[in-house]
């Protein structure tokens, strides 16, 4: 084991716990940052084009996650099993069970890919999506899911390492990434140089080819010994004891973002109904409200880390604590970025378009939403508590709850059956997320994430 990750293992086991959360969770709130550009940056360029433009991703993104959620619970056992191994000291375990997860999530992501490029005709139309927005949106998700084997690559990239402690080498090929999307992005939406003019799918493109680029280098890392964790070819063919263990870690996980991620297309389709004004409002507020998780996803990140490597070195009680001090310090930083956004809310706005009703329905959003921000940093804890500890049923369970029992119900209470329209979708979601925390720490102080499964 490397002198600088020896550092990192014996802070981790025995070390300050906020300290260690910094840490290791700097890279990570880096990588917030480079992925909150990513949407920003996508967001900028489209609203020069109208607020139709703007509707892509947002459109696009909830049937993609609903997709992605499939496989990504073998990225949750990744960053479960490769915690625990390293923390029980048995490295080569870690290998091998990094290389099994790899090729699990490669070819669930060929699937997921070719069945979502087939699907998005047949999905959009049951999502609502207006006539004046649905080829717009359609161009855009296509391409999208033509690239979703490099958008995994990375994905499974970063979960592996962060399960070994490496939080900083998947933030800087996430950098890299970043920057080719931010300077491919305005060239092919408007046609710059020797690009052609692409607009929404220029942009969907931009995206592809940056993740590509980088996936690239990603595998050539893990397979040639340049990181922390080495994929070898000796481990390839899919074994019955890792198989299983995925199996039976990720597929609750898969099964509780699957339900989460199509709530959110379900949500989608009431604001749909709404109108673009609702649509503009709810897509660009998500992106701003994503600004504040780019710091708060740094430290659940690297609790996810410490608690599964505490676990493997059976140290429960420490474990607990860094649980503990996770939240308060999410909380804290939610809470004071949540006052900051609603006191500059409309201003915020104004950067990304020049629509003064997609304004004023923006600045309703974050009035009511966003104080019901660091209550979910607390369900955020608690999910990323039972994923380093790979109790992923229980995870699913409360998950679940939050979005089918709560926000999507209250949502459509409040909007429709109430007639509040926008408002009452933006104050049903501020109480899913309260209620849904409350639910979460429950489930938290029962301790059944304490068994770890090694």
Not at 75 to 92: D, F, N, R, S
Not at 172 to 191: E, H, Q
Not at 311 to 325: F, S, T, W, Y
Not at 407 to 419: G, M, N
């Amino acid at each position: 084991m490397d002198k600088k990750f020896s550092k990192y293992h014996e802070d981790i086991l025995n070390g300050d716990i906020t300290k260690t959360l910094f840490l290791l969770g700097w890279p990570l709130m880096i990588g917030g940052v480079i992925q909150t550009v990513y949407n920003l940056i996508d967001t900028f360029w489209l609203g020069k084009l109208g607020k139709e433009a703007v509707t892509a991703p947002l459109n696009t993104w909830p049937f993609v996650f609903l997709m992605i959620s499939f496989a990504m619970g073998a990225a949750v056992a990744g960053i479960a099993l490769v915690a625990q191994y390293i923390g029980a000291k048995e490295k080569e375990k870690a290998n091998e069970a990094a290389t099994q997860v790899f090729v699990f999530m490669f070819l669930l992501a060929l699937a997921i890919g070719i069945t979502g490029f087939l699907a998005s005709p047949i999905v959009l139309k049951l999502m609502s999506v207006p006539d004046e927005i649905f080829n717009i949106v359609l161009s855009y998700m296509k391409i999208i899911f033509i690239g979703m084997p490099f958008m995994f690559s990375g994905i499974a990239f970063e979960f592996l390492l962060r399960g070994y402690g490496d939080m900083k080498t998947p933030v800087i090929l996430g950098s890299i990434s970043a920057g080719m999307n931010t300077i491919l992005d305005p060239l092919m939406i408007f046609g710059i140089g020797f690009f052609p003019r692409m607009e929404v799918s220029g942009a969907a493109l931009a995206t592809i080819i940056s993740r590509a680029f980088v996936s690239v280098i990603a595998i050539y890392l893990l397979f040639y010994g340049k990181v922390g964790i080495q994929m070898r070819k000796k481990y390839l063919k899919p074994k019955k004891e890792f198989m299983k263990k995925i199996i039976t870690i990720g597929i609750p996980s898969s099964i509780g973002q699957s339900g989460v991620a199509l709530g959110f297309v379900i949500l989608m389709k009431f604001v749909n109904k709404i109108g673009v004004l609702a649509i503009g409002a709810y897509g660009i507020g998500n992106r701003l409200t994503n600004i504040l998780f780019m710091f708060t996803g740094g430290i659940t990140g690297a609790s996810t880390t410490m608690i599964g490597q505490n676990l493997g070195a059976d140290q429960e009680k420490r474990a607990e604590n860094i649980a503990l001090k996770t939240m308060g310090i999410v909380f804290l930083i939610l809470m004071i970025g949540a006052i900051g956004m609603y006191i500059f809310r409309e201003d915020m706005y104004r950067v990304f378009i020049d629509d003064a009703g997609v304004i004023k329905e923006g600045a309703n959003f974050i009035k009511l939403f966003v104080f019901s921000l660091p209550f979910f940093a607390v369900f955020q804890t608690v999910s990323a508590t039972f994923q380093g500890a790979g109790q992923t049923k229980q995870q699913m369970i409360f998950g679940l709850i939050r979005l089918w029992g709560l926000r999507i119900p209250l949502c459509y209470i409040l909007a429709f059956t109430l007639s509040y329209s926008a408002t009452g979708i933006w104050i049903g979601m501020a109480l899913s997320n309260i209620l849904g925390s409350l639910v979460a720490f429950l489930w938290f102080l029962k301790g059944s994430w304490k068994k770890k499964v090694i």
